[in-house]
């Protein structure tokens, strides 16, 4: 089953990257909005392009 986002938490600085990858952005972008405030309401979100969430997700990893 493929999703319409997909995110990395990031523990240093308590920020989720989210990268929408469906459409209608808009239905998606209110899922996830929902989704992070009841999984990781003390979390930051950033909602970013493809180019970013991988650069994110690349420097990050261990």
């Not at 992070?36 to 979100?45: A, E, G, I, S, V």
Request: aromatic fraction near 12%; proline fraction near 5%.
């Amino acid at each position: 089953m493929s999703t319409s986002w997909e995110h990395f938490k990031r523990e240093s600085d308590k920020t989720l990257w989210v990268h929408i990858c469906g459409n209608p952005k808009s239905q998606i972008a209110m899922a996830v909005n929902k989704w992070w405030h009841t999984r990781y309401p003390t979390y930051k979100m950033r909602i970013c392009n493809k180019e970013t969430f991988d650069s994110i997700k690349k420097k990050n990893s261990p």
